[in-house]
């Protein structure tokens, strides 16, 4: 008879919460951010991955006030990351979206950082520790998945 995982679980809850945010420090290191706050690197990837938005959505997306998203656009506006055009189907709207230096920049940090994490795997595990990884990514996948 196998005893239960269940008082395992809270201690591996803990590594793993401790785990994935030290990997995800040591990747964001990979690739300089510049000067750019947590929000405002919030709102690239945000831009990044849902596409253009307007401020106002932006402000409900990051649950914070329009005044407060405004400040960010400015900033990331004056930058030259995020750009705006009127909205197709309301001209009264700005759909902000990534500048193309802004694509590559992003482009380029997540292959500095892809590499990073290639190399780590392959000088610092074993083949049998490699597969042992890519068997547990589905585990860990679902834990992600809503």
């Known amino acids: 008879m196998t005893a239960s995982p269940a008082p395992l679980v809270p201690a591996l809850a803990a590594d793993l919460h401790s785990l994935v945010g030290k990997l995800k420090r040591r990747l964001r290191e990979q690739a ?7 929000s405002q690197v919030s709102v690239l990837k945000r831009l990044d991955k849902d596409g253009p938005a307007t401020t106002s959505a932006l402000a409900r997306a990051e649950a914070m ?3 407060s998203m405004a400040a960010i656009i400015t900033a990331l506006e004056a930058a030259g990351l995020v750009s705006g ?28 950082r892809q590499d990073w994490l290639s190399r780590q795997i392959e000088t610092r595990l074993s083949t049998e520790e490699i597969q042992l990884v890519a068997a547990a990514l589905p585990l860990l996948q679902r834990l992600a998945d809503d």
């Open 65 to 67: 006030r329009p005044q």
């Open 32 to 38: 300089t951010i510049g000067d750019l706050t947590p």
């Open 85 to 112: 055009s009127p909205d197709p189907a309301d001209k009264r709207q700005t759909l902000l979206s990534l500048t193309d230096n802004c694509r590559t920049w992003v482009r380029e940090g997540r292959a500095v």
